[in-house]
């Protein structure tokens, strides 16, 4: 109720007795409408690693964003709609705010101060009968430095937004999985000869905690009298059990050719992300001189590893078991993590023993997806296919996706299609080749050489990523796009000229038709040779391929040579466009998938072009059995001004009236000055009840399946190609969800 209305019946009241009986229930209502909406403390203090939740009162039923400042000190997680609970990680001050809508946006904040918790240690053998040489030096504290990103090359298939997309340089790399064991309850003062043996299986006796407050935890505590403990030789160094330890069995370093080679143990998928470490570890030579070794890490972050010292070099005298301790703070993120003791002195043989890991913070909670409402099952039941974009290993905006656990399982939650960045665009494919080999080698690679084909030598295609990639969809789950065979952009122009040479003529366009097939052909049947070795079936795991990619857009660059210079400008009826189609269609039929898989036709501003693309694809389904160009891809880079509703949906109606499946296959958003997080998620609301809207009323005797999926192209604003314009559901993070996330959901729920 309002608070004029509430003041009429206060005066109404005190005129009539029969109105007092109304008094209870106005009243209520009355003083709900004068409650103060505020959180439930304005300042808080908490110590590393302890949880508190912080509430929004009074605020039933109005929207709410939260946010915080500095995620390094304090992060959050929802906790019901009206509550978060923040997480304490390290030592500093931030402000939570919780923003409200009550008929304008008012900011509530809440200053959190995080302390450094107080440890509670537990004992640690130690063995007096062997002394080390030297005091032990200080513990190093090593934070990890920012991993360099390229700065973005020109070309993607994007629209008039003022930006450019870049291209990928890939490299790969994989993981294992480590076993980690825990520790040994020493004696509280060790004999001269100790009465306890550390095994890889011991019993920890903890002391009391404070509340809200980390109690330090042993990783790994071995003296390898059970075996190796999980580690391994680093690159040519062999490791083993031996005699002739502290107190019984060691570890032995042997066959050491570099460095660097030594003693590793892979911690990625054991270790707690974003806590520090304590290590210490007992090492011994025997070359009659002194040597040094060091104690390192080997950190894969977005693709680049980096080998930060957790101690830096200690000098080992000959014959002297000698203690090396440091300290490290893993990273929130990362793909692969191990630690290793090296010998960057010389290539000597040595012994390690009695290693303990000792955990002192308590890092960063396991990221979970599945606290959000999942949008493909939102939307299930209206179309068939939620995605979004990836990439296996494009080193700029963070785009080793496909690499973290954390990412895929977001992208499993969410969706149930994924289009790659980069990693299938001809430039990848063709721009990664070690020169060319001849066609006999190319046949016994697997290569389809056209009939007619009369070049001696093709072109070397690097299948690297694309296998890893077909892996990991199959291993999640989740199919895919094929995108692109076929574009004006990120091809590499040595795939237009004699000999693959950028430096030779131009071919004909009689050769440049065979270059059409040969590649077509090759990179579908490698894909589809793929999934059947890795599932049984050909055409499991890319449901559709865009072969054309933005046609009516096509210019010559001057730097490039790109298709126009072979077969000039032909309008609506472009040969090679149709050639493709025809020759990707035939590829299908190869493996009986043509009715299975759906080759597209994708392009940008579709809602300006679209006469001329339903005139295009009408040219390239001319003349066959088959519409061999089965869908319409509305890339949909749009901004919450441009275009209007009516504009993208007259665009929408001009497709499904073909009778061509349709998709919106990079749906992005941006916001202009003055426009604010509100205004976003007002405009993806309305345009998702557009395209529900038009699924729905379309005429089915025309169009059988009509829309049948929508992607949006990017994780989360940090990592986006229009990052400055908050196109996006997420914000910083896939663990911030924006307004535009919620309003996306409930487009499909009214």
Known sequence: MQKKQAKVFAGLLSMSLAVSLMTPLQGVSGQAARRKIALSKKSVTMTVGQKKTIRIKNAKGKRIKWSIKKKSIASYKKSGKYAVKLTAKKKGTTTLTCKVKNGKWKSYRCKVKVKKATLVRTPVATNDVVKTTEKPSSTAVVTMPSVPTQTPTDGQDKPQEPVKTPTATPTATPTAKPTATPTVTPTAKPTATPTVTPTAKPTATPTATPAGEFAEKTYLSTGFEDGTDGFTGRGAAKVAVASGGRSGNCLSVTGRTSTWNGAELNVTDSIVKGATYSISVWVKQTTGSDQKVKLSANLTVSGQSSYPAIKDETTLKSGV??????????????????????????????????????????????????????????????????????????????????????????????????????????????????????????????????????????????????????????????????????????????????????????????????????????????????????????????????????????????????????????????????????????????????????????????????????????????????????????????????????????????????????QVTELDIGIEDGQTEEDLANHYSDIMKLLISKQENRDKSVNARGITGVTVWGLYDAISWRKPTSCLLFGESLEDPKPAFYSFLEAATK
């Open 321 to 662: 078991w000698t203690k090396i301790e440091g300290t490290y703070e893993v990273p929130e993120s990362f793909s692969k993590l191990t630690f290793y003791v090296e010998g960057p002195s010389g290539n000597f043989d040595f012994l390690v023993d009695d290693l303990t890991i000792t955990q002192t913070t308590a890092g960063k909670e396991p990221f979970n997806p599945e606290g959000l409402t999942s949008i493909k099952d939102t939307y299930s039941g209206i179309f068939e296919r939620m995605g979004n974009v990836v990439s296996y290993n494009t080193s700029w905006n963070n785009g080793y996706q496909m690499q973290s656990d954390d990412t895929m399982k977001f992208v499993k939650h969410h969706f149930n299609s994924y289009t790659l960045e980069n990693e299938l665009k001809p430039e990848q494919v063709l721009s990664n080749w070690s020169g060319t080999i001849s066609v006999s080698e190319a046949k016994n690679l697997g290569y389809v050489i056209p009939d007619g084909y009369t070049e001696s030598t093709v072109a070397k295609l690097n299948f690297d990523s694309v296998d890893k990639i077909l892996e990991i969809a199959n291993n999640y789950g989740i199919q895919m796009r094929g995108h692109v065979m076929q574009w004006h952009q990120q091809t590499s122009p040595r795939f237009f000229h004699e000999g693959y040479d950028a430096n030779n003529d131009i071919v004909t366009k009689a050769v440049m038709d065979k270059r059409i097939e040969f590649y077509i052909r090759t990179v579908m049947k490698h894909v589809m040779d793929k999934e059947k070795s890795l599932t049984g079936k050909a055409g499991s795991l890319v449901y559709c391929w865009d072969i054309t990619n933005e046609y009516t857009h096509r210019t010559n660059r001057p730097s490039d040579t790109t298709w126009m210079d072979v077969y000039g400008d032909m309008g609506l009826k472009p040969t090679y466009v149709k050639k493709a189609y025809e020759v990707a269609y035939d590829e299908l039929k190869q493996y009986g998938l043509q009715k299975d898989i759906t080759l597209f036709y994708n392009d940008y501003n579709e809602y300006d072009v679209a006469d001329e693309i339903v005139e295009l694809i009408n040219y390239i389904n001319e003349g066959e059995e088959a519409k061999i160009c089965g869908g319409i891809g509305m890339q949909s880079h749009i901004t919450v001004n441009y275009p209007s509703l009516e504009k993208y949906g007259t665009a929408v109606d001009k497709f499904l009236a073909t009778g061509l499946q349709v």
